[in-house]
């Protein structure tokens, strides 16, 4: 079947220029903080990215999201195989295996597994037959993304593991929960919690508690928050300018084209430039929550909610890093922090909500 | 497609393609949370950039702004030909930038470095209250191990607080040569800090002179540090010149001394105790200054050690005591040539005034000796001189009376300082009926009078007082101010209407003392017409100097000037326990020949190569003259 004749019209327009909107910023965002350094080109890499997640959105968009749900067994097979690969041929960086070549470019396999644990929420919770979830319902969706979860932990990257308990928790939220169920949770997490604390890398409860106290360690772990902070508050209103913020030109924000994006966005561009992208941000997501409203069925519906609710989660947590409200987790900016997995990983999602509104009016 | 995928998708349309607004009340809900997180992140932006960005900018500059001082470099001090006394020499010191000092850091620094923790954190304290762009130097003259340790820790991750600078460090002359009259640096003090005259002018941390033409030409000499204030990145790479204030040199001090007559007089006193100072009549230009036992004033240029110090300031000797302007002695005999002008001048002494000396005389019923105990026989003034006679000067004294033996002593400069352009002179005694009244409530006594004549009692000087005393008399009643510095403001030199016939009188008396079988023969060059006096001062009454077995010995001294007509130079030595002022006269001759044999070298070839019109650059240098010197 194909989609032909409606498909340009249909296309998600508001979703699509919001989304190349916020890509424009990461673009001239990244040039601004890598110029004259050994990722001077990551700009340049950014767009070719951008043109590359494009194609995989138009691709993603024009296979019936039902088909792609029909291939989720085989898919979620191989993800979690690629998942165990990665321990093996992956490449080591900064002590993390997280990425693996694949036709000379690296991968962050587990941004791509975000796509195919979505999809399965939604065929689990559409293929539900009860209007509440049970309790063996809701070990088995536990059970299925919690393993994917656990291999990419002990990558170590605990950041985008974290990434995947929205995708769940949406739609588990969706779907309906008794309330003793969702008062164990609460308990168990409560109870996990203070357990899981000895399971944390060093580095992951020096974070923690650089979070809770940045101060306390100001050369290590606190440094990249209080550098943030410094960058965000010293872009006062305005701005410094492009190319001009002294926290981001001279490097004392770590990372200020990747997951301190914002921060160094913040810092040359001032709570107007801040309310300007942050604004974005919503557009996006409320276009995101439109097409679920919208959706022409359950699974379209669990589809674009579980993207919300990623994206918002990764807002979140990115962005509140950077203002020193959320932990530092390395996680990055949707559509702006340099990278290529990101940037498909998200478009690709994107691609998905289009798919679902494509469908719309069949039938 | 096929008809059989048709009826699968509907058949899946059936299952699934049920009402999908059944949750719809949750996606309100979930958007309620969007709006929610996004107030909650716009809330941190507000409390970061719109409440409070001063503070943050402020940071942000405390991060990339580093203020890194430049030192002014000390001038240098020269010597009448514009030769080198005091140098320096660059080396590095370690600075901590407090912008970003990290206290838990002291402890490694100090313990990577030898340094004394305690005193580090004190240095800190002292500091507290100064900007914190202004660094701390902490450590001078960094070792090649010391330079190591920094390179190898100065990076973001370890101490980024610490800092090289390249610091000018004095260089002294080796073996204490001068090392009184340059005086040296150091840190200024806290005891120094509470005066109200440094506290205005020097700042915590800074070198400033502490003794010497050092500490009293300070403002000379010190400069004025600049500052570089860079931008810098993460690992404290400079990206950016904000200010360069460069530093202002201290200007360099061209001095009286000549190097050559000081290390002849400091050879002079090798392994004795005491001072020389010579001096130019005509002008008050000090020639050389030399104190012993002296010290080595390098060690003072960094941080002196609490145990040399101790050293220093508890050798019975004083070492750190400027003899030639700060010890007061009695003068002795050396005071007879002025008692004699004043006798002269009052009438006391005429032409047929005659003394007999049996070896002694009696006074207000006390009995005083004549240092010759068989007696001069008859005395009069040429041989009153020349055989230092006590008995005759007895007389003398004991006719003019104490207030005018005052009278003729502070003519020629005694009781009060001669204002040579050193720190902490000292100012001698002379005693008069109000002196004793005004120290000590009571009257005079006629018998002290005698003591005071051979200059004894209560009479002291310093070595510089008297060289300014003899001068006097050498110019023909014109006292000049001594000096130390060719640029010094000097007061015109004090004129008295002394009757010239009358100082010729003391000068032919004092020439033989030298030349004619006197107590100063060791002093006389053949030639020079060296005019002098000795000068035996009891340090206490013969008896206990006697009892001491030879260990208290009395002070020698010798006063001379030369040559006889239009004198040019004038050497006092004082030799500590010499004894006998004999025992001082050939330290005084070596400095005058070393003098005179200097001139003779430096005329004799120049009327040849005046005549060579010589561009204006190879002009040859006189001594006396500044020669060329590099300035930058």
Known sequence: MGIGYRSIRDIDWVLLVVALAICGLGVLQIYSAAHGTIWHDAWWKQIIWIFVALALMWLISIVDYHTLMSQVPILYVSSIVVLLATFIVGQSVFGSRRWIRVAGMTLQVSEFVKLVLILLVAKYLTELKSSQLELRDLLKLGGLIGLPMLLVMKQPDLGTALTYVPILGIGILLAGLRWQYAATIVAVVALVLPVSWFALKDYQKARLVSFLDPNQDPKGSGYQVIQSKIAVGAGGMWGEGVTRGTQTQYRFLPVPHTDFIFSAFAEEHGFVGVIFALGLYFLLLMQVVQNAQTAPDKAGMYICMGIGALLLFHVLVNVGMVVGRMPVTGIPLPLMSSGGSNIMSVFLMLGLVNNVRLRRYVN | MSLSDLEREQQQAAITRDDPKFASARIAGFQYLTVAVFIFLVAGFWD?????????????????????????????????????????????????????????????????????????????????????????????????????????????????????????????????????????????????????????????????????????????????????????????????????????????????????????????????????????????????????????????????????????????????????????????????????????????????????????????????????????????????????????????????????????????????????????????????????????????????????????????????????????????????????????????????????????????????????????????????????????????????????????????????????????????????????????????????????????????????????????????????????????
């Open chain 2, 48 to 632: 970061l950039q719109v409440r409070n960005p001063e503070f943050y900018s402020e940071r942000a500059e405390e991060n990339y702004i580093k203020s890194v001082p430049v030192l002014a470099p000390r001038g240098r001090i020269f010597d009448r030909d514009g030769r080198i006394i005091v140098d320096n020499h660059s080396s590095y010191s370690l600075i901590l930038t407090r912008e970003n000092l990290n206290p838990a850091h002291l402890k490694p620094i100090a313990d990577g470095l030898g340094i004394d923790y305690h005193d580090l954190v004190d240095r800190l304290a002292r500091m507290r209250g100064r900007p914190k762009y202004e660094p701390i130097i902490i450590k001078e003259e960094l070792s090649p191990q010391d330079l190591a340790f920094v390179d190898a820790h100065r990076d973001r991750d370890t101490f980024p607080e610490m800092s090289l600078i390249r610091a000018q460090r004095r260089l002294y002359p080796e073996n204490g040569i001068a090392a009184h009259v340059i005086g040296y640096v150091g840190e200024i003090s806290d005891a120094q800090l509470d005066n109200a005259d440094y506290a205005d002018k020097y700042h915590p941390g800074d070198i400033i002179g502490q003794a010497g033409l050092e500490a009293q030409y300070n403002e000379t000499l010190m400069g004025q540090d600049g500052q570089r204030r860079v931008k810098v990145d993460n690992m404290g790479r400079e990206r950016e010149l904000m200010e360069d204030k460069p530093a202002v040199p201290g200007q360099d001090l061209h001095t009286t001394l000549d190097l050559d007559l000081q290390t002849v007089a400091e050879l002079a006193m090798d392994g004795r105790q005491g001072a020389v100072v010579a001096m130019d009549p005509r002008t008050g230009e000090v020639l050389a200054m030399v104190s012993h036992p002296s010290y080595d004033p390098n060690i003072f240029s960094g941080r002196v050690p609490a145990k040399e110090w101790k050293e220093l300031l508890s050798d019975p000797a004083k070492p750190m005591l400027n003899r030639a302007i700060q010890a007061q002695f009695a003068p002795g005999s050396t005071f007879k040539p002025i008692e004699a002008l004043g006798g002269l001048e009052e009438g006391v002494i005429t032409d047929d005034f005659k003394v007999h000396c049996g070896g002694g005389a009696s006074f207000y019923g006390h009995y005083f000796a004549c240092h010759k105990k068989g007696g001069h026989g008859e005395v009069e003034l040429h041989k009153g001189i020349v055989q230092s006679c006590d008995v005759f000067f007895y007389n003398v004294g004991n006719k003019l009376g104490i207030d005018r033996i005052a009278k003729y002593a502070e003519m020629a400069g005694f009781g009060k300082p001669t204002g040579i352009d050193l720190p902490h002179e000292a100012s001698g005694v002379v005693p008069s009926t109000k002196w004793k009244w005004r120290n000590f409530r009571q009257k005079w006594f006629a018998g002290e009078t005698i003591s005071v004549a051979i200059g004894q009692g209560a009479l002291t000087v310093t070595p510089v007082q008297l060289a300014t005393a003899i001068a006097g008399i050498a110019n023909g009643g014109v006292w000049p101010h001594p000096h130390l510095t060719r640029d010094a403001k000097v007061e015109a030199a004090r004129k008295y209407n002394v009757s010239l016939e009358n100082v010729a009188k003391v000068i032919y008396g004092m020439y033989g003392v030298v030349n004619e079988g006197g107590t100063g023969g060791r002093a006389r060059i053949p030639g020079m017409n060296v005019c002098g006096k000795t000068g035996t001062a009891q340090l206490a009454s013969t008896a206990m100097v006697k009892s001491a077995n030879g260990k208290m010995k009395n002070n020698a001294w010798f006063v001379g000037f030369a040559p006889r007509e239009n004198p040019e130079i004038v050497v006092v030595a004082l030799f500590e326990h010499g004894a006998e002022g004999m025992m001082a006269a050939p330290i005084v001759r070596d400095v005058m020949k070393a003098y005179f044999d200097k001139k003779a070298r430096n005329e004799a070839p120049l009327p040849a190569l005046a005549e060579l019109e010589l561009p204006p650059l190879l002009q040859p240098v006189r001594a006396g003259q500044p020669a060329r010197t590099e300035h930058p």
